[in-house]
């Protein structure tokens, strides 16, 4: 069964530091988004992506943060320059869209920031 | 915010039928109700989802009250790793909206 996949499945970096998580989505999924988890907290989303574009984000999204499509495969997350309170699980979903509303995620990422 | 709410926390034993419920007073006509759950700090992964009409899958169940205002999941033969927090989404039917999660119900299966 296809599934999201994303690497590293951990990331420990400096303050200050820029970082990079990848996803793969499901092969054929148009819709594209990240969330993030905060230790003892609930999922909240940062970020949907659709057609090469930012189609949402949220308030936690701010110009730290940017995602890109490289390629016809992968979905980044960048975050610039990392602080303590970046550090969290960080998920990635896709969907298939076309009245296929169902949003599949991948396993995510904890980064530390230290 | 989430529109949704569900008890924090709930027990089972193995074996039995889990039935969690979630009250969504506010839903509107163009609104489904998805369920997800969390197992750990693993991604979310999808159960189920419903308008109006029961569904059932491979997973479980979804009972949606006749007013909509409400729902039951149910998973017919709970098992260890069925323990797990189960989040009650409502979203609206067209579109790719993200989804918002609350705090979910901590579902703990006990042998």
């Known amino acids: 069964e296809p599934e999201v996949t994303q690497t590293p499945s951990h990331q420990v970096t400096q303050m200050g530091q820029e970082v990079i998580l990848r996803c793969v989505p499901i092969?054929?999924?148009?819709?594209f988004y990240w969330y993030r988890q905060i230790l003892g907290q609930k999922v909240e989303f940062l970020v949907s992506?659709?057609?090469?574009?930012?189609?949402?984000k949220s308030e936690i999204f701010d110009d730290q943060f940017s995602v890109e499509r490289p390629d016809g495969s992968n979905f980044t997350l960048k975050i610039r320059s990392t602080k303590l309170e970046d550090s969290a699980m960080y998920f990635c979903?896709?969907?298939?869209?076309?009245?296929?509303?169902?949003?599949?995620f991948g396993p995510g990422t904890r980064l530390l920031v230290l | 915010d989430a529109k949704t709410t569900q008890p924090p926390s709930m027990d089972c034993a193995e074996g039995r039928a889990a039935n969690l419920p979630c009250n969504h007073s506010?839903?509107?006509?163009?609104?489904?109700v998805y369920w997800y759950r969390q197992i750990h700090s693993q991604g979310p992964q999808y159960i189920i989802h419903?308008?109006?009409n029961n569904e059932t899958n491979e997973m479980a169940s979804l009972i949606i009250t006749e007013d909509r205002k409400s729902s039951t999941l149910i998973l017919p033969h709970a098992t260890l790793r069925d323990t797990a927090v189960y989040y009650c989404?409502?979203?609206?039917?067209?579109?790719?909206?993200?989804?918002?999660f609350g705090q979910g119900t901590r579902l703990t299966i006990n042998p």
């Open positions: 092969s054929n999924h148009l819709y």
């Open positions: 506010t839903i509107s006509g163009n609104e489904y």
């Open positions: 979903a896709s969907l298939f869209g076309l009245n296929q509303e169902t949003q599949y």
């Open positions: 419903g308008l109006k």
């Open positions: 992506f659709y057609n090469n574009e930012i189609s949402e």
């Open positions: 989404i409502v979203k609206v039917i067209q579109g790719a909206q993200k989804l918002v």
